[in-house]
């Protein structure tokens, strides 16, 4: 066993590479250059949440925009691969479940 320490940024691309997923740089263009790939408008109802073998899991804060989204999704599958350098078999989209407003207890 060696004394030598060995960089996170190394730890990390091993262990993505053993899950034979996307490394880390990928992964960061995925989810940190967003808004960007989708733009500034879908990027506010879209949002990506998981990238798993090879599939892209994203949430939409409206039903309407998971029907929008998917005639985007090949659009966005292809620039993902050419500025992101991630492939993407498919795109599965969920509507955001909204959160309930706490009650302040007058009844209102």
Known sequence: MSDELTPLSESLD???KGLRGPDRRQVGGLFGRWEEIVGD?????VRPVRLE???????????????QFEFLSGQVVDRLRS?????????????????????NGDGA
Do not use: C, I, K, N
């Open 14 to 16: 091993r262990v993505l």
């Open 41 to 45: 408008l879908v990027a506010r109802h």
């Open 53 to 67: 073998d090879r599939v892209l899991m994203v949430e939409v804060d409206e039903p309407a925009w998971a029907t």
């Open 83 to 103: 500025e992101v350098g991630v492939d993407v078999d498919r795109v599965e989209t969920r509507v955001a479940r909204r959160r309930r407003q706490p009650s």
